[in-house]
């Protein structure tokens, strides 16, 4: 300190600050900086005191809290392999229903359609995000689910060859209802996905099937959906990602039954909706199983993302689209040759 | 036909695969729109016959299972209070990360280990923010009181965070480095760059990121159920429970009764209007800065 001051009222050149001067630009720097580890702080702490507070029910199930499929509130066994299960299946109905929607529609927008339609068609899209969950909800019980089960029933007793598929008496709320509601629900981030994915196909490939003489089709198939699958594969499983978390439009259509369903048209449960439905009355090892649902159900969403962020990175090609910065677009590609 | 003339090459399987996945492209952008008229015909269709019933707007939800089941001014204003505090907690902090991942942080490892914690926060799902409240500061009653408006707002503004900090440093990164130089050059020491000249150049962009990050947060139940939890009656004071429209729909989709069930859809309808106005503001913003 004091080795600044001497050359503040000595030798200091005309074109510097004054230390007095500097203060505020240090308050900022630091400031900032502290902000931003305020931010992984908290991330670590909710980590910590997650683990803490299901570590009861760790400690007593073990490895069967995952895999067990015994969730008995009455004789306060806490088993989720249902609700693993319930999540994984409404998920992964979601990714079948939704992704082939998003994709073929993002690939509508970007390559078919006329250009005054594109961005007006691409608003409509996004608005299926601005929906509260909590709406898709009320749609869901009061529309959705009345309306199709006639279909349903149809359905299960006509397919009833397939196992798991057919077959079963459908009830009001089972897991394809709930999947379908988050399907609608991971559409319009898949399609935004892969329509920024598909718009940084070079215009050379694409001219060049066409001059080879290849087909619109042809050319979407051979030019652009090679070029763009890492990056859409990425986008399906951020939809995915969120499919697994989503809590209030599924607790409101599953039918809050904790076994693993005979076929799909029967009532389940998820990680998110039983912490959603519990969690009011739950006392001593009840909470302490709802807050390890939690944990599982954020290990389940951040392997789930991860694995979506490198796909996305794989298949930006140096010009990442999705809130990168300037910096990155410079390093990537750099190393994508 | 005088396209086989032009041309000739394509034989007639090659074009009829052609029509046959064009045409399925097309059906399928149609598909991923019907859900949405529908869900916008049900809410018009049941919401408006619900906006018409008397004091829809003026009087608050009486909780009674027979009687009048009253209106959802409390429901609005609650929403709307416990929005602002989020605003008032996310938007500065956010913006702030944002300027220091552009400014200070830029490709340093610390920068680059908050960015990849920011990703993972919005994979979050929302519940979690909602259950992180509640083990810190409802189960400790920290306040003095365990549910409380407040938390509530806490809770969506960990939600809505990682929105305002993605966007933001998007945003920031817009701002031409020769702007910054220009005035480094004039001697402006940093902290006058960044707020004379980065956060004004920005402003509108901002702006727009924040709008979209409030609609989001608007519509969120999960993170309200253990930190905020409900109340029938008007109140102001954040240290209480209080009503919102996301919970206010949460609980009347349940009840048996068609009169309660309708003012349900007459929330969802309020509020959908009330998030695609946020919506809506963002984008006209965001399209007269790019004019400008």
Redesign the interface.
Known sequence: MSASATTATGGRSSLE?SPA??I??Q???W???G??????I??A??LI??IG?SGHVFSTYGLNFIFGNDWDVSRNIYHGGALVFGTIVTSIIALILGV???V??A???NE??PRRLRSP?S???D??A??????????G???LAPKLLPAEKWFASTFSFIPWIGGGIPTLYNYFIAGLILA?MI?PIV?AISREVIATVPQELKEASLAL?A????M??MSVIPYSRSGITGGAM?GM?RA?????AVV?VIGSAPKIGSHLFAQGYTL?AV??NE??EATGIHTSAL?AA?LV??VL??I??VI??WFISRGSHGTRGT??????IA?ASGSDQ | MSAITTAPRISARRRRTDKVMRGGLLAATIIALIPLILIIYYLLHKGLSAWTTSGFFTTDPTGSFFGNPGGIRSAILGSLEIIALATLISIPIGIGVGLYLTEYGKDGWFANVVRYFVDVMTGVPSIMFGLFIYIVLVTSRFGGTGFAAWKGAVAISLLMLPIVIRSAEVVLLLVPSSLREAALALGAPRWRVVFQVVLPTSASGLITGSLLAIARGMGETAPLLFTVSTAFGLTFSLGQQMNTMPFLIYTDITSPRTAIQNIAWGTALTLVVIVLLFNLFARLIASRSRMA
Not at chain 1, 323 to 328: E, L, P, R
């Open positions: 600050r001067g500097r505020p630009d308050v900022l720097k400031g900032l900086s902000l931003a580890a305020l931010i992984l908290l991330i702490y909710f005191r997650l507070e082939p929607v998003a073929a529609s690939l509508f927008i078919m359609c068609l608003i409509l899209v608005l299926l601005a929906v509260p969950s909590v709406v898709y909800g009320l749609w019980v009061f529309v609608i559409l399609s003489g087909t619109r089709w042809e979407i198939r951020l990602g697994i978390g989503e809590t209030i409101l998110a912490i959603a969690f009011g807050f939690g159900l954020f969403t951040l789930v993302n979506a962020r809130g990168a910065t300037g910096m990155t390093s």
